[in-house]
């Protein structure tokens, strides 16, 4: 399985938004953002966050594919 970074880094992209967008919505910066990317882990509260956001369920990553 992919790192949840680079699966979100993918989400992002499918959607077509930018990173500036992402960091907006997640109020942080896109450095931050750069960071989350490269992440094999991240915090739930995070996740769930992020998951909200991209429209996304990352907690079942094999329902959604």
Do not use: H, Q
């Amino acid at each position: 399985m992919k790192p949840i970074g680079e699966l979100i880094k993918e989400r992002l992209k499918a959607e077509e938004r930018s990173v500036a967008w992402f960091a907006r919505k997640l109020s942080c910066s896109r450095v931050n953002v750069y960071k989350i990317f490269c992440k094999e882990y991240i915090d739930t509260e995070l996740l769930t966050r992020i998951s909200r956001i991209l429209n996304y369920d990352f907690f079942n990553i094999s329902r959604n594919t």
